[in-house]
């Protein structure tokens, strides 16, 4: 959306965006993630982890 405003405000009547306006737009925009929700994320991240690990266990012994 950003790299859209960008090409805009260089000219209103735009109607491509191009790279450069994306290469602009990441530098006024930046991902916004609180400590909380990158601990809920890192929780689950370590559980799928996990499972993963065990399903594979599981999967191999099938075949032993």
């Known amino acids: 959306r950003e790299a859209a ?3 805009l ?3 209103i009547e735009s109607t ?3 790279h450069y306006h994306f ?3 990441r530098t006024r925009v ?3 993630m609180t400590p909380a929700a990158e601990s ?3 929780k689950i991240e370590s559980e799928i ?3 993963v ?3 594979a266990s599981s999967i191999s012994s099938d075949f032993t």
Request: hydrophobic share 35%; aromatic share 8%; charged share 30%.
């Open 53 to 55: 690990g065990k399903a």
């Open 16 to 18: 491509t965006v191009h």
């Open 23 to 25: 290469v602009e737009a």
């Open 40 to 42: 809920y994320y890192d």
């Open 9 to 11: 405000r260089e000219d």
């Open 49 to 51: 982890r996990q499972n």
């Open 30 to 32: 930046h991902a916004t």
């Open 5 to 7: 405003m960008v090409a």
